[in-house]
């Protein structure tokens, strides 16, 4: 069975630009979520896409912004990008419980490697 | 948000076990408790997930005592490749609403020596 796939595995931006990351889940996952990880923050959670629909958000700027499509694909864009910007992204997908925590376990994809310079 | 804090590294020799506790003192009662595992250049790998007592599984064990304000991830007999960092993660639902938060430990680096 094929895992969570990501694409590209690693991008170079200028400051200023925007950049769209994407994630195609495991088959029958309709659940799709995106990630940062960095040396000093560690890992945070950026958002959740269910059925279309973002369900979930943490704590960051509205220039992070994504979708799901259809197939459950999804894409990630950040906007106006600046240094802090450069991290790991990474995409996961699961199976949704109807009841707490929402959740099973995640798989990951192995991340897009994104540097602003 | 439940704050997580879990030790920065852990030394073990191969063929002991390993317990890594994960301290989440403001944990809610919606609050579940997952652990990943992770190799350089990969995405996390899930391990477990609990929500209290103890949930055991092919590869680990998760402790989760009664005041549920921190969890322990029980590694029998490691070896060295198990070598990664291991992050404990608090997943705060909202009852009702399916929506959730998502707190990361800064991850724990287990080294397993020979």
């Known amino acids: 069975k094929a895992g969570v796939t990501q694409t590209p595995r690693y991008l170079i931006k200028t400051r200023g630009q925007q950049v769209t990351l994407s994630c195609s889940p495991i088959s029958g996952h309709r659940s799709v979520s995106w990630y940062q990880q960095t040396p000093g923050q560690g890992l945070q959670f950026l958002f959740e896409?269910?059925?279309?629909?973002?369900?979930n958000k943490g704590n960051f700027p509205g220039r992070f912004s994504g979708r799901q499509f259809s197939n459950s694909r999804s894409e990630m864009n950040v906007s106006t990008l600046e240094l802090g910007d450069s991290a790991l992204y990474l995409c996961?997908?699961?199976?949704?419980?109807?009841?707490?925590?929402?959740?099973?376990?995640?798989?990951f994809g192995s991340g897009t490697r994104l540097t602003v310079v | 948000l439940a704050k997580t804090t879990q030790p920065i590294s852990m030394d073990s020799y191969e063929g002991q076990e390993v317990n890594i506790t994960c301290s989440h003192n403001n944990i809610a009662t919606n609050d579940y408790i997952t652990w990943y595992q992770q190799f350089p250049s990969q995405g996390p790998r899930f391990i477990i997930q609990?929500?209290?007592t103890k949930v055991t599984n092919e590869v680990a064990s998760l402790f989760i005592p009664a005041d549920r304000k921190s969890s322990t991830l029980s590694l029998p007999r490691v070896s060295l490749s198990d070598t990664a960092v291991y992050y404990c993660?608090?997943?705060?639902?909202?009852?009702?609403?399916?929506?959730?938060?998502?707190?990361f430990g800064k991850g724990t680096k287990l080294s397993v020596i020979p």
């Open positions: 896409y269910f059925s279309e629909t973002q369900r």
């Open positions: 993660l608090v997943g705060h639902s909202y009852s009702g609403a399916g929506s959730y938060q998502l707190t």
């Open positions: 996961a997908s699961s199976r949704r419980r109807k009841g707490p925590p929402y959740y099973y376990g995640y798989t």
């Open positions: 609990g929500y209290k």
